[in-house]
Nanobody
Framework: QVRLVESGGGLVQPGGSLRLSCAAS????????MGWYRQAPGKQREVVAD???????NYGDSVKGRFTISRDNAKNTVYLQMNSLKPEDTAVYYC?????????WGQGTQVTVSS
């Protein structure tokens, strides 16, 4: 069992930056693949970025070059650095941990990009 707690969301102007954090507890963090997903009102949840246990990263097309995912296994935390934010990045952002058939989600954090 893995418990995930996201933080760092908020209101930011277009072009601004935010860093989301996801703190994990309850299991061996380093063996899990971690990911960030988002869901905007009326839309399906979509993958933003993910990072494997060995540090390999992947990004959704809409965030490539603007967002960076990273993990600190010593702190059991995964981060999402978001730069050059756009209004269309507005969504609830969720952290996910996955290993084999086990998939765990955090409660989500709201990111609003608006002037």
């Amino acid at each position: 069992q893995v418990r995930l707690v996201e933080s760092g969301g908020g209101l930011v102007q277009p072009g601004g930056s935010l860093r989301l954090s996801c703190a994990a507890s309850g299991s061996i963090f380093s063996i899990y693949a971690m990911g960030w997903y988002r869901q905007a009102p009326g839309k399906q949840r979509e993958v933003v970025a993910d990072i494997s246990s060995d540090g390999t990263t992947n990004y959704g097309d809409s965030v490539k070059g603007r967002f960076t995912i990273s993990r600190d296994n010593a702190k059991n935390t995964v981060y999402l650095q978001m730069n050059s934010l756009k209004p269309e990045d507005t969504a609830v952002y969720y952290c996910q941990a996955a290993r084999g058939y086990g998939v765990y989600w955090g409660q989500g954090t709201q990111v609003t990009v608006s002037s």
